[in-house]
T-cell receptor, first 110, second 115 residues
C-alpha cells in the first residue's frame, strides 16, 4: 500500500532563506508526483508536476526533484518570501487517484 | 472565472439531514474526483468517475453517494449526515488526453459542519 510521508511537519524560517521540503513514498510504481500549496481553509494550487519518467521540474523560484528508486522527492524554494507561507502537499499519482501525506506547514517570517 | 467550482462553499447542517455538494468544471476533463480533508490529515478519496457512465468507490465511500449528471457536473451526497463527516470537501478533475497524465486540478473546497 502506497504511503506518503512529509518531513518536517512544520517549518519556520526567516525571509530570504533557501529551503528544502522533503517527501517520501513507499512504492516506486508511480505515474507522477504533484506538488501543491494549500492556504488555510482554501483549495489546492498546483505548483509542479513531475512525470514518472522525469527527474525534475522548475518553475520560477521552485525546483522539484524525483528519485523513484529511493522513493523521494524534494521541493527546493529559493529566496523564500512571506507569501510562500502555506501548507505544501506532495501527492503521488497512481492509476486512479492521488495519495496524500499530511503535508509540511511552512511559515516564512519577515 | 474558476475552472472548477463548488457549491456551497460553507454549510452547517444537523445530524440525519441529507446534504448535496455540487461540483462543476469548465476544463472539459473526463475524470472527476471527490476528496475529504480532516485537520492534520491528508486528503482521502471518496469517489471518482472516469466518464459519465463510470463511477467508482474510493477508500472512504461509506455514508456517501455520487451522481455524474454530465461531463461537467459531479455531485456528492451525504444520505444521513453524521458529525464525523464534518470536514473540508474537495472536488478535482483530470484529463489523460493532454500529454500531462493525470495532473489534477482542485476546486476551492466546501466546508461542511454537521452538528
Amino acid at each position: 500500500k502506497q504511503e506518503v510521508t512529509q518531513i518536517p511537519a512544520a517549518l519556520s524560517v526567516p525571509e530570504g532563506e533557501n529551503l528544502v521540503l522533503n517527501c517520501s513514498f513507499t512504492d516506486s510504481a508511480i505515474y507522477n508526483l504533484q506538488w501543491f500549496r494549500q492556504d488555510p481553509g482554501k483549495g489546492l494550487t498546483s505548483l509542479l508536476l513531475i512525470q514518472s519518467s522525469q527527474r525534475e521540474q522548475t518553475s520560477g523560484r521552485l525546483n522539484a526533484s524525483l528519485d523513484k528508486s529511493s522513493g523521494r522527492s524534494t521541493l527546493y524554494i529559493a529566496a523564500s518570501q512571506p507569501g510562500d507561507s502555506a501548507t505544501y502537499l506532495c501527492p503521488i499519482g497512481g492509476y486512479n487517484k492521488l495519495i496524500f501525506g499530511a503535508g509540511t506547514r511552512l511559515a516564512v517570517h519577515p | 472565472d474558476a475552472d472548477v467550482t463548488q457549491t456551497p462553499r460553507n454549510r452547517i447542517t444537523k445530524t440525519g439531514k441529507r446534504i448535496m455538494l455540487e461540483c462543476s468544471q469548465t476544463k472539459g476533463h473526463d475524470r472527476m474526483y471527490w476528496y475529504r480533508q480532516d485537520p492534520g490529515l491528508g486528503l482521502r478519496l471518496i469517489y471518482y468517475s472516469f466518464d459519465v457512465k463510470d463511477i467508482n468507490k474510493g477508500e472512504i465511500s461509506d455514508g456517501y453517494s455520487v451522481s455524474r449528471q454530465a461531463q461537467a457536473k459531479f455531485s456528492l451526497s451525504l444520505e444521513s449526515a453524521i458529525p464525523n463527516q464534518t470536514a473540508l470537501y474537495f472536488c478535482a478533475t483530470s484529463d489523460v488526453g493532454t500529454g500531462v497524465r493525470d495532473e489534477q486540478f482542485f476546486g476551492p473546497g466546501t466546508r461542511l459542519t454537521v452538528l
